[in-house]
């Protein structure tokens, strides 16, 4: 089992950057893929980025494709969402996630291990 601890998340300007990071406990951290989500109020949530157990592979969602970047450091037992030129419509609750297996996933139903979020607002 896998907790998860989401911290860096606030208020910035359109325009401007935040870096998220997720700790996770345990001694087995690089056995997972980790994902991270999103919810805005009214919204499902929604796939962000995901990485693979290694870092040596990234997915992510078409609307923050080339904003944003997933990596993860093993040895810290954290991942991190570095989240540039945000956008006022990237306001939304953030989530780290973790799911058994290496492999890369895009559906929440496939992550185990959530935090408890970490809010994001951008204003204009």
């Known amino acids: 089992q896998v907790q998860l601890v989401e911290s860096g998340g606030g208020l910035v300007q359109a325009g401007g950057s935040l870096r998220l990071s997720c700790a996770a406990s345990?001694?087995?951290?690089?056995?997972?893929?980790m994902g991270w989500f999103r919810q805005a109020p009214g919204k499902e949530r929604e796939f962000v980025a995901a990485?693979?157990?290694?870092?040596?592979?990234?997915f992510y969602a078409d609307s923050v494709k080339g904003r944003f970047a997933i990596t993860r450091d093993n040895a810290k037992n954290t991942a991190y969402l570095q989240m540039n030129s945000l956008q006022p419509e990237d306001t939304a609750l953030y989530y780290c996630?973790?799911?058994?297996?290496?492999?890369?996933?895009?559906?929440?139903?496939?992550?185990?291990?959530w935090g408890q979020g970490t809010q994001v607002t951008v204003s204009s």
């Open positions: 990485i693979i157990w290694s870092g040596d592979a990234t």
């Open positions: 345990g001694r087995t951290f690089s056995s997972y893929a």
């Open positions: 996630a973790a799911k058994h297996s290496t492999a890369l996933a895009i559906g929440a139903q496939d992550y185990a291990y």
